[in-house]
């Protein structure tokens, strides 16, 4: 998709590939037969330069024909570089980082004051916490008592120009959050097992929103990409795509 496109954060689409497997594998209460469905479970992708990957798991899921995924990028594409919520399945269109959490806990308080029974779900990357906008939604939801709100941190450590280290400390990131009110767990995001065990732990305290950090590596799977801050804007072409795939067809 990527590749064909010209277009995406494949760095940190394979940061949290393992993320989307789990939720779409069979953890979130969705259907793709009825995808506008009121007692769906809510998924906001708030790192939405992620795109990709969520598109994928859609149309694995059957939300929309895997041959779509091929124009993915391209001129009038439903399939937009940030994800688009003109695509069965996704609930709001988003890319703009600090945004997605607050959006959540909307969702997740209109939920409670409904008595509904779904769940809300929102994945973030480490870089958006460095906005002002996640953590006032963060004391939002903790105000609230929003233990219907899920969100997962894709906690691989590097932004789109350089490593959290050097742009913004977020430790202890467990503490702060933990601070502002909510639950938290720390799991590695690659571990289907672990994942699966932490979301179905929560609301981890009662009345509390749940915080997942998922440990995880940007550019998982393609050793030349992991840890890589090159990648996250890169797209793999020619040598580098072939090397790429067969790395990734070598461990299924």
Known sequence: MT????????????SCADILAVLY???????????????????VLSKGHAGAGLYAVLAERGFFPVEQLLTHYQDGSDLSGHVSHKLPGVDVSTG?????????????????LKSAPHRVFCLLSDGECDEGSTWEAALFAAHHGLSNLIAIVDYN?????????????????????TAFGWGVREVDGHDHQALHTA??????VAGKPSCILAHTVKGKGVSFMENSVLWHYRIPR????DAALAELEAHP
């Open 3 to 14: 590749s064909v496109g010209g277009g995406a954060h494949i760095g940190a689409v394979f």
């Open 25 to 43: 594998g069979g953890f979130l209460r969705v259907d793709p037969t009825a995808p506008k469905s009121p007692s769906r479970d809510r998924f």
């Open 96 to 112: 703009s980082l600090g945004h997605g959490l607050s959006i959540a806990a909307g969702m997740a308080y209109s939920a409670k």
């Open 157 to 177: 450590r590097i932004q789109g120009i350089a490593p959290i280290a050097e742009v913004i400390e977020l430790a202890p990131f467990a503490e702060k959050w």
């Open 199 to 204: 979301l179905a732990a929560a609301p981890f």
């Open 238 to 241: 020619g040598a580098e795509f």
